[in-house]
């Protein structure tokens, strides 16, 4: 079971950095600390909107997996 649990946290780290490597990009290393002045507000829409829930959702099932992990074995 400990090898099982440890194979899919494997295996939902990966599906997790594809995920968050699909995403947009946002402008940049100098817009991260504060070199961007352009605020615009946008929303999510369509695919972008799916694919960012999909991003919690897979941070959420990895964040459960380390804590029964954590817990449990």
Known sequence: MEVAIYLSMMLVSIILIGVILLQAKGG????????????????????????????IGIA??????????????
Do not use: H, P, W
Not at 32 to 49: C, L, M, P, W, Y
Not at 60 to 73: E, G, I, K, Q
């Open 28 to 55: 940049g290393l100098g817009s991260a600390f504060g070199g961007d002045n352009v605020s615009i507000q946008r929303t999510r829409r369509g695919f972008e909107k799916l694919l960012f829930q999909f991003t």
């Open 60 to 73: 959420v099932v990895y964040f459960s997996l380390s804590l029964f992990a954590s817990f449990v074995l």
